[in-house]
């Protein structure tokens, strides 16, 4: 089931013609330092089938190969216990990494030892035929479905995590609201911290609080509610349900952030993904299909206004 080694065979692209192989592991495929230099120490890394140093300029086209091995890594194997691959719906897949569509319900990942039943669990059990495992890279809320990103070797996954750090990831989520009287389009900018009343909430401008900011754009207004197309330049807890009930106009089925019954689901969907893909730098956009709470709910509204 275990690999002992990861072997990747990269090209070198026009736009590092000439800069340092240093450049190309560091600043082009973004991998981390110490990574580097594991590769480089143990000379895991060859130009068209020679070690060079990592000053050694690089040339378009040269075959780069990098080997790591599992002592690379502080958690080369996560601990994820398979559970029935029968819910898994892939939305995109490489050598690298999964885009998978998330069940509402399901949580990304367990909470306790010994729980099952995650989005991860079902995921680990659909790449066991491919003698691999699911590496984490983002979470979704529990109530929250749609397109979420797994690894499938842990080389990949510094890159995909400093890929949403660095904003170069970007996902759209679909979110009804309740309400209509937002702009067309808008940006909130409310750092969010603790609830210091619930401690499963966050709030606006509570106990250690940092930057959020999301971005919104109105889609359709129907009966009273608004659905929205959301982007997120930052990635705090429950960002997007937050900021939309301090504008007045929380989330529909939220639990949390709305006191109203309109649904028995929370409303949000991330919609789609546009990643750059490692090494390659190749851009896909994923997009998770809109789930049947969705519709059921655009059904029972009236007309579009």
Known sequence: ?????????????????GQSLKSLLSQYWQLPKHLVYSIRHAQRVLVNGKYQPVNFPVTTGDKIQLTFVPNDFVSPFPKVTADSAATVEILYEDAN??????????????NQPGEFG??????????????????????????????????????????????????????????????????DSGTIDFAIGLDPDDKRKRKVNGPKAVSAITHYQVLKRQSGYSLLSVELETGRTHQIRVHLAALQHPLVGDPLYNSSNDSPFLLLHSWKVDLPLPFTKVHKIVEAPIPQHFIDFQQRLGPSK
Do not use: C
Request: no cysteine.
């Open 118 to 183: 995650a989005t991860i669990n079902h995921l680990a059990a659909y790449l066991a035929t491919e003698k691999t495992l699911p590496y984490m890279i983002h979470r979704l809320d529990q109530e929250t479905s749609g397109a979420i990103i797994f690894a499938k070797n842990p080389a990949v996954v510094p890159i995909l995590v400093a890929n949403i750090a660095q904003k170069q990831i970007k996902r759209t989520y679909l979110a009804w609201v309740v309400g209509t009287n937002l702009p």
């Open 1 to 17: 089931m275990k690999n002992t080694q990861w072997v990747f065979n990269e090209t070198v692209p026009s736009l590092m013609d």
């Open 97 to 110: 990494l999964v885009v998978m569509n998330k069940r509402r319900g399901d949580k990304t990942h367990p």
